[in-house]
């Protein structure tokens, strides 16, 4: 895109009453005129001294801008509950490819998808869990991986049947999602190998070749492990892929609120 928007974004509960055509008559304004690529999104309570009117403005523009880089085939940096990442459109062969080159990944791992909505994993995958079991996991800190259904672009991971599916526990996140009306492929935002990025200013050297980066402040606790992965893929079983942040509290659920067992891979 030509350019895009240099804006501060305070998140308040109590937000000026925009209707969504003038969210996006707005947002699409901004992406045109502003010429920064940092999107600046401020907690919900800031402490600190309020920042003057002009430099701060509704989530909707912010969120407007972000669709419509996604929408062009662009790639972008965003936070999540756990670490910074690189989202695309996951239906858009062009973008996914553009998704491996900036972080120069071997084409031959994955990318995750990333949905708004429980109801949404069903469109893209064949599920073989209680969704129950689903709720209690998502929004959160997993990934879980499950057989990919034909609705997937095929150009996304076609070396596998599986995928790996996201809900973040995070409002920007899912909203975005929402409002793309399809899945995100979501990739950690760092060079392929390099440490996992918690601050938009730890992967700036990408920022260069990235449509827009939403900075969300400080994101997850530190730790930099990502997502805890499970794959879910085969009936009654459970396999850890990657054990991540959240290892102990998922195999909770999967073992002795849902009946489990961990498979070995030795049968």
């Known amino acids: ?28 304004e901004m992406c045109k005129e502003l010429k920064t690529r940092v999107l600046r999104m401020l907690p919900p309570s800031c402490h600190g001294p309020s920042l003057p009117q002009e430099d701060h ?13 996604l929408k062009e085939g662009h790639v972008v940096g965003v936070p999540t509950d756990t670490i910074y990442g690189l989202a695309c459109l996951a239906q858009n062969s062009e973008a996914v490819r553009k998704t491996y080159d900036i972080k120069g990944r071997n084409g031959h791992k994955p990318l995750a998808i990333c949905v708004g909505e429980i109801q ?8 073989k869990v209680k969704e129950a079991l689903l709720g209690d996991l998502l929004p959160g800190p997993v990934t879980l991986v499950l057989e990919r259904s034909e609705a997937l672009n095929t150009d996304l991971n076609p070396f596998t049947s599986l995928v790996g599916v996201r809900i973040p526990d995070h409002a920007f996140m899912r909203r975005l999602c ?9 990739t950690s935002a760092n060079i392929s190998s390099y440490t996992s990025t918690v601050a938009v200013n730890e992967f700036q050297e990408l920022w260069p070749k990235l449509a827009l980066v939403v900075d969300g402040g400080p994101v997850g606790d530190n730790s930099r492990l990502g997502s805890t992965v499970v794959d879910l893929s085969v009936l009654g ?20 609120k849902y009946g489990l067992s961990e498979d070995s891979g030795q049968e």
Do not use: F, W
């Open 120 to 127: 949404d994993i069903y469109k893209y995958c064949k599920v």
């Open 178 to 186: 929402q409002m793309c009306a399809e899945p995100l492929a979501l």
């Open 237 to 256: 079983k459970y396999r850890v892929i990657r054990p991540g942040c959240a290892l102990s509290s998922t195999v909770n659920v999967l073992e002795h």
């Open 1 to 28: 895109m030509k350019s895009v928007c240099n804006v501060a974004v305070e998140l308040i509960k109590s937000r000026r009453a925009h209707s969504s055509a003038t969210a996006r008559r707005l947002g699409g």
């Open 57 to 69: 403005t509704d989530v909707a523009e912010i969120l407007s801008c972000t669709v419509k880089a």
